[in-house]
């Protein structure tokens, strides 16, 4: 029997998945030992056609990065579901929608105004493409624009995930490993600790034992000296850490980063964004609704882009949705 | 609006107080709205934003929250937490287009069944002229096919 196959596809990502799986370095040679790679446009050259004549589960394994925002995206990853025996969603983007996910706080239109009008790099032109054109006689179209960003398993089935953006070589490396081992976690597994990122954090120790309480809210570049020897949440800055999946080994924490929770929640959480509001709300310090109000505006201008900045296709609301806003006059009896 | 629009309201209140209230204004036979489906927890500090979001989600077009008044809760600061996480889950709904007013949170001892009254009343009065909140499992964001969605037991090579 040969080699197992396994491909890499990219979806709505930025590449760094891509660059995560290169990060392997010496490692990766160890991989490309086990395995035949058959499919991975960003670094070889496989057309989609040889995807299109392998037989049904011909690939052990196929690693998915990027959300879901285009019908192609949406095509080739329900192609690579059925060519794949495992699918593994890899990174935050194709596990929780990730970055990309934040477009569902505005419409399709929206998006495209800000991209081909108004934002600020666009061309003098004002060209918009056209999502068909027919040139001497052939006809090419452009894939779909969806009005909302999707995560992997939103579309298709996954069998697996490996979070973080991206995803750090240990936590990949384990991955590999453990599908090559063939000893294999149960369905829906999350590749990464099942733990919270503080038992792992090295500044765990330095945590108050009577209980967190802050009075202030800052966000990092706000704060003009930050301590590394002390836990960042203790300094006002807003750290996800204590709701986040470990597993990451703590590196925005060294950098003197607060996390922002791309490992996403931990089991049996069903919408992250929720909890980390929940966390960080009950050890701000202060029991007037004035002062709670300032300490919040001030450290957290934008809710939704700190608590969901990974996860917002799959939290529970998943888009933002407009609703009319009319002066309604309250009677009182 | 054709058909009269009777709001579905969820009230999330705490077992010491507002949930009393809630009692007692049963027993002194008040009437108020009967739009408020009301669910008990012991204390306004459970309420996890998610309970909120998931009404919403599921097509409550409001949700009102009843809690201890501020030094009276029964496990001494539960209101405050649930007070702040109020403060920014508003926020939050507000961002994800909803009315910020159809979430609200009241101070509801155990004797003030008439105050349980004239909020919900009002409350409701309140989100009637806001009119019905989409239900978010029937929007149709986009024609994706879930079909095919489904958990499947994958076949795993050994070798």
Redesign the interface.
């Known amino acids: ?1 040969g080699k ?1 196959k396994i491909g890499m596809y990219w979806c709505a990502s930025c590449g760094g998945c891509e660059e995560a799986v290169v990060d392997l370095a010496e490692d990766l040679l160890m991989v490309t030992d086990k395995v035949d790679i058959v499919f991975w446009p960003v670094a070889m050259d496989f057309k989609l056609s040889d995807v299109e004549a392998m037989e049904d ?1 011909e690939m ?1 394994a196929v690693f998915i990065n990027g959300a879901i925002e285009l019908s192609e995206q ?1 095509e080739i990853a ?1 192609l690579l579901r059925r060519k794949a ?2 699918v593994i969603a890899f990174g935050s983007c194709a596990h929780m929608g990730g970055l990309p996910g934040l477009a569902n ?1 505005q419409s399709k239109e929206k998006i495209f105004d800000y991209y081909f009008h108004s934002g600020p790099i666009v061309d003098d032109t004002g060209v918009q493409p056209d999502p068909e054109i027919t040139k001497n006689e052939h006809g090419f179209a452009l894939p779909e624009f ?3 960003v ?1 995560a992997l398993d ?4 996954v ?1 697996y995930y490996v979070p973080g953006c991206a995803p750090t070589p240990n936590i990949v490396l384990d991955a590999i490993t453990t599908l090559l081992s ?1 000893n ?1 976690p149960p ?2 597994a999350i590749m990464a600790s099942d733990r919270a990122l503080c038992y792992e954090c090295p500044l765990n120790e330095t945590k108050p034992d009577e209980g967190m309480k802050i009075k202030e809210l800052r966000r990092s570049h706000e704060v003009e000296h930050i301590d590394s020897e002390i836990c960042l949440l203790t300094q006002g800055m807003v750290c996800l850490g204590p709701v986040t999946r470990g597993g990451c080994g703590s590196l925005c924490i060294k950098g003197n980063m607060p996390c922002t929770g791309c490992f996403g929640p931990m089991d049996g959480v ?2 992250f ?3 980390a ?2 966390y ?3 050890i ?1 310090d ?2 007037n ?1 004035e002062e ?2 300032k300490i ?1 505006d001030k450290g ?1 201008p ?3 882009g700190t ?1 969901y900045m990974y996860s917002l296709p799959k ?12 002066v ?6 | 609006m054709e058909e009269k629009f009777n709001p579905k309201i969820i009230g999330i209140f705490c077992n010491w107080c507002t949930y009393l209230a809630a009692d007692l204004a049963g027993i002194s036979r008040m009437q108020y709205a009967a739009n408020l489906r009301i669910s008990r927890v012991m204390c306004s500090g459970r309420v996890h934003p998610e309970f909120v979001l998931w009404a919403f989600k599921k097509g409550a077009d409001g949700v009102l929250l009843g809690g201890c008044h501020p030094g009276d809760c029964h496990y001494i600061e539960g209101n405050y937490k649930a007070l702040r996480r109020y403060i920014l889950l508003k926020k939050v709904i507000g961002q994800f287009g909803i009315d910020e007013r159809r979430l609200r949170l009241e101070w509801i001892s155990g004797s003030e069944a008439d105050k349980l009254r004239r909020v919900t009343n009002e409350f409701t009065e309140t989100i009637k002229s806001l009119g019905p909140l989409p239900n978010r499992d029937d929007i149709e964001v986009d024609a994706f096919d879930e079909s095919e969605l489904k958990i499947v037991e994958p076949e795993y090579v050994t070798s």
């Open positions: 029997m197992p589960g052990l949406e329900k025996q495992l706080m969806y009005s909302s999707r939103q579309v298709i089935n069998d063939g294999l369905s829906g069903k919408d964004g929720a909890t509001l929940s960080i709300a009950s701000i202060s029991e609704p709670i109000e919040i957290i934008d809710p939704i608590f939290s529970m609301l998943f888009k933002k949705l407009q609703e009319k806003k009319e309604v006059e309250i009677k009182t009896e």
